[in-house]
């Protein structure tokens, strides 16, 4: 069973920048492929991005491909995304989510779900 606790969301002007952060712990943190979802109100899960077991590689939605960055430091079972250049529309509830060997932009495929984190961008 592996919990997982986002933390850094919050209210930011248009233009500006947040990084989240997903600690997690009770498993082998760099055992999983991690990933960010974001989810606007009555819809699905919507992939934003992941990262592969070492950080080799990563994955972005075209939404915010340039403008977010996935990473990981698996000394601290710790998963980062860092938003710049934030728009009104990035406005959701974010999620950081864990998958067991599986390279995946669908949500089902993550076994493990955080609480997630409010963000709020204000035009």
């Known amino acids: 069973q592996v919990l997982l606790v986002e933390s850094g969301g919050g209210l930011v002007q248009a233009g500006g920048s947040l990084r989240l952060s997903c600690a997690a712990s009770g498993g082998t943190f760099s055992s999983y492929f991690m990933g960010w979802f974001r989810q606007y109100p009555g819809l699905e899960h919507e992939f934003v991005a992941l990262i592969s077991w070492r950080g080799g590689n990563t994955s972005y939605a075209d939404s915010v491909k340039g403008r977010f960055t996935i990473s990981r430091d698996n000394a601290k079972n710790t998963v980062y995304l860092q938003m710049n250049n934030l728009k009104p529309e990035d406005t959701a509830i974010y999620y950081c989510?864990?998958?067991?060997?599986?390279?995946?932009?669908?949500?089902?495929?993550?076994?493990?779900w955080g609480q997630g984190t409010q963000v709020t961008v204000s035009s």
């Open positions: 989510a864990a998958a067991p060997g599986v390279v995946s932009t669908l949500s089902y495929e993550y076994d493990y």
